[in-house]
């Protein structure tokens, strides 16, 4: 399901319900297992020495596998549970010590507009949350989340998902309350696929971290122009908002930053906002609780979206929409601007995220062009960028929509 941000307010007669799997205030938790299409599966995944790369195909219903050495995709499969709609596997996690997969998936709403990510934050049907093996991609077990999922996150010790919801409907349907405005974060036990919790923490959350210890989850929370911060310590989770501008915004339905993409620095330390309205990067720091303003930049060329890391984590390499580029920078104060690359239609259409891979090349999803006229759509791409000089080594052609990257095997972190 695509992303993009959309400036709240949407027109109301966009918003009509569309519900496949039952709507409304009820949440059922589906406990059968799907295998028996799929025979009695397996128990290795055979992930070769190079690792693989997962891909999630938002418009496809589908993820593609990726083996990065040999520079082919392996196979695309279906991942969607409905038949007859959109499902759209948003971001994904992987769990290769239990060989299985997690996302989120968003259904769209009843009419949507055009233009290229329109759709997402604008459903009334909530959404689902997947386990699938990652060895036969039998679907394992499912819940359903609230409308709109966007990110996800997974502990550690994969024992615990987080899902957030970018619903931008809820933040519209509510003006003038701000309680009802907020979207939740859902706590799924990922070994009985149940919710355990449900957390309110702001406008239209999307973009989510989980600190190494497991105690904090950060957000980024969109309507509210601001970082939530979680913190699942003691009988009950508290919510903090860290408000960009130093003050909560006077309108929650037209933010001034619209932080959308997060990212968590490898050593935990830092935590990376990016701002899909107002086109910066601002960095949190974990230890003093606060903003750092020494790590701001205005350098970027459009709308920054999620960044990777080097592995000693002194640069980051952030993809840019509007003029479709990626930005090396380095990661203490001043951010010094190390080197930048611009895309060629051709080359890769709207950047969405970098991921460092097992490998050491930065690997790039390219969205591809996606409009409501299918002759006008274009596959994404996954860009394998040397660490040098950003140039490219290979390149994967995937499925509509390509949205995130996660890797296995191979020494991938």
């Known amino acids: 399901m695509p992303h993009r941000p959309l400036p709240i307010p949407l027109a109301a007669s966009l918003l009509l319900a569309f519900c496949l799997a039952g709507c409304g205030e009820e949440r059922v938790v589906y406990d059968r297992l799907d295998a028996s299409a799929w025979g009695a599966g397996c128990s290795d995944p055979g992930i070769p020495d190079g690792g693989l790369g997962y891909v999630t195909n938002s418009l496809m219903n589908s993820v593609a596998v990726l083996d990065l050495g040999a520079g082919t995709v392996r196979a695309t499969h279906p991942v969607g549970v409905g038949p007859l709609a959109e499902n759209g596997p948003h971001h994904l996690a992987v769990d290769l010590a239990r060989s299985v997969l997690y996302s989120p998936l968003s259904f769209p709403a009843a009419a949507i507009p055009a233009g290229p990510h329109a759709e997402h934050g604008s459903s009334d049907t909530p959404g689902i ?17 609230d409308p709109n999922p966007g990110d996800m996150a997974l502990s550690a010790d994969g024992r615990t998902a987080y899902v957030s919801h970018f619903d931008l409907r809820r933040a519209q349907s509510n003006v003038g309350d701000p309680e009802r405005q907020r979207s939740n974060l859902i706590v799924i036990d990922t070994a009985t696929m149940t919710r355990t919790a449900t957390i309110p923490v702001c406008v239209a959350a999307h973009g989510m971290v989980v600190s190494p210890d497991g105690r904090t989850v950060f957000m980024a929370c969109y309507g509210d122009d601001a970082l939530g911060v979680v913190s699942l310590d003691g009988p009950r989770p508290t919510v903090r908002l860290v408000y960009l501008g130093g003050s909560p915004p006077r309108n929650t339905t037209s933010p001034s930053y619209g932080p959308y993409s997060l990212a968590l620095s490898p050593d935990g330390a830092s935590v990376w ?141």
């Open 129 to 145: 949350f997947v386990k699938r093996s990652l060895c036969d991609f039998r679907l394992l077990g499912q819940v359903d989340v």
């Open 273 to 413: 906002l990016g701002c899909a309205v107002a086109n910066v990067l601002i960095a949190y720091d974990v230890a003093s609780g606060a903003l750092d303003e020494s790590r701001l930049t205005r350098r970027l060329p459009g709308k920054a979206w999620f960044p990777g890391f080097s592995p000693d984590g002194s640069t980051m390499v952030v993809p840019t929409q509007g003029r479709d580029s990626v930005t090396r920078l380095s990661t203490g104060p001043g951010m010094a601007l190390r080197d930048q690359r611009y895309f060629t239609p051709e080359e890769c259409t709207l950047p969405h995220q970098v991921a460092y891979g097992p490998d050491g090349l930065y690997y790039l999803v390219c969205e591809g062009r996606h409009t409501s006229d299918p002759a006008r759509s274009q596959p994404g791409s996954i860009l394998a960028l040397h660490p040098d000089d950003l140039r490219t080594v290979r390149s994967f052609p995937v499925g509509v929509f390509p949205d995130a990257i996660v890797f296995a095997g191979g020494g991938a972190r």
